[in-house]
């Protein structure tokens, strides 16, 4: 289990459950919550009056604002745009923390786990972690058996020494980033 303290000394705890999922749970009377987009309704429309975006295309230039019109590009299709209601994507409680879906929760003590949704709980929310898609381990868990898992076996000394110090570049370079 991992607390977190916020600015209005609330204490959140986080607690991983057996299926790789955390647990959080604290006082959430104050916060405030994100539903995701549905665009569904919207694109159906704008392919329907002839257009041809894709719909990771149409998601991004519906957004688009047009400062000589001040109004977006695509207004029309901005009020058809709805929320998926039993969705959550994000949960934020007065004073933090934030928390949104893609999101790491390193922070919070959990290497490699990344946020794929949230479920209300009784006291607080499931925080749904994405899996592995081969062991649907969380994080960067994996079992052995997973098909996502390689081995690599140097026969040459030389090849494994060159590979060693790449490996050594790598590491001292994201080192310094971190300065």
Same mark, same amino acid.
Request: charged share 25%; glycine share 8%.
């Given at each position: 289990?991992?607390? &977190? /303290?916020?600015? &209005?000394?609330?204490?959140?705890?986080?607690?991983?459950?057996?299926?790789?999922?955390?647990? *959080?749970?604290? $006082?959430?009377?104050?916060?405030?919550?994100?539903?995701?987009?549905?665009?569904?309704?919207?694109?159906?429309?704008?392919?329907?009056?002839?257009?041809?975006?894709?719909?990771?295309?149409?998601?991004?230039?519906?957004?688009? *604002?047009?400062?000589?019109? !001040?109004? &977006?590009?695509?207004?029309?299709?901005?009020?058809?745009?709805? #929320? %998926?209601?039993?969705?959550?994507?994000?949960?934020?409680?007065?004073?933090?923390?934030?928390?949104?879906?893609?999101?790491?929760? $390193?922070?919070?003590?959990?290497?490699?786990?990344?946020?794929?949704?949230? /479920?209300?709980?009784?006291?607080?929310?499931?925080?749904?972690?994405?899996?592995? #898609?081969?062991?649907?381990?969380?994080?960067?868990?994996?079992?052995? #058996?997973?098909?996502?898992? /390689?081995?690599?076996?140097?026969?040459?000394?030389?090849?494994?020494?060159?590979?060693?110090?790449?490996?050594?570049?790598?590491?001292?370079?994201?080192? !310094? %980033? !971190? $300065?």
């Amino acid at each position: 289990m991992r607390t &977190y /303290k916020n600015r &209005y000394d609330d204490v959140f705890t986080f607690t991983k459950d057996d299926n790789g999922d955390i647990l *959080w749970e604290g $006082n959430f009377q104050y916060s405030r919550f994100g539903m995701p987009n549905d665009y569904t309704k919207a694109f159906n429309a704008f392919v329907a009056d002839g257009g041809k975006f894709s719909f990771n295309e149409f998601k991004k230039a519906v957004h688009e *604002w047009d400062d000589e019109t !001040n109004d &977006y590009q695509y207004p029309k299709y901005v009020r058809m745009i709805e #929320s %998926l209601p039993n969705e959550i994507d994000m949960v934020d409680p007065s004073g933090g923390p934030y928390i949104t879906s893609g999101m790491s929760l $390193n922070s919070f003590g959990f290497k490699g786990y990344l946020v794929k949704g949230f /479920k209300k709980i009784n006291t607080g929310y499931k925080i749904v972690t994405e899996k592995c #898609s081969g062991c649907h381990k969380p994080g960067a868990i994996h079992k052995m #058996s997973c098909p996502t898992q /390689k081995a690599t076996v140097f026969i040459d000394n030389e090849v494994k020494a060159y590979y060693d110090q790449m490996d050594k570049e790598v590491h001292q370079n994201r080192s !310094n %980033l !971190n $300065n």
